[in-house]
């Protein structure tokens, strides 16, 4: 619970830089305007730039997890499913064991065998990761527990 409420504040925190330097640039648009100062255009342009690097680094802390396709030019869809079952009797293996380095290790290999069988089908490690924000959603809405 603590690591949640650390989380939103630096979220709160976030939107409050972000709102402060909307309103400074939009502040120096305001007085461009009235005075037309093109020393007053380069201030917009400098808070501009540094409000991208800003938002930069938020992307790049928020981004942790990138899926990537491999090659599997040399593999049929029915050795890719063969594949996949074999990954998950080797998950299995490892939480029947509580092998919690192993467990992770054949979860992400899981993942792997399935993101191969969706490239043959055309679909990209790009498109998956678009759809987890679609996965989250549906996963907040869905009740849990009986």
């Known amino acids: 619970m603590e690591g949640e409420k650390q989380k939103m504040l630096s979220e709160r925190e976030f939107k409050e830089q972000d ?3 909307i309103k400074d640039i939009n502040l ?4 461009f305007l009235k005075v ?11 808070k501009y730039n540094s409000y991208i690097k800003f938002l930069k680094l938020r992307l790049k802390e928020k981004v942790t997890t990138q899926l990537v396709n491999i090659n599997l030019n ?5 050795q890719q499913l063969s594949k996949i079952h074999e990954e998950d009797e080797e ?25 191969g069988y969706l490239n043959m089908h055309g679909i990209r490690a790009a498109e998956v990761m678009n759809g987890y924000n679609k996965h989250l959603r549906k ?5 849990r527990g009986k």
């Not at 040399?74 to 029915?78: A, I, L």
């Open 19 to 21: 709102q402060a330097k």
């Open 91 to 115: 998950f299995l293996q490892a939480a029947k064991l509580n092998d919690y380095d192993n467990m992770i290790e054949e979860f992400w290999d899981c993942v792997q065998v399935r993101l």
């Open 74 to 78: 040399n593999v049929t869809k029915e």
């Open 28 to 31: 120096l648009i305001e007085e």
């Open 139 to 143: 996963l907040k809405n869905r009740p």
């Open 36 to 46: 037309k100062d093109f020393k007053i255009a380069i201030k917009i342009i400098k």
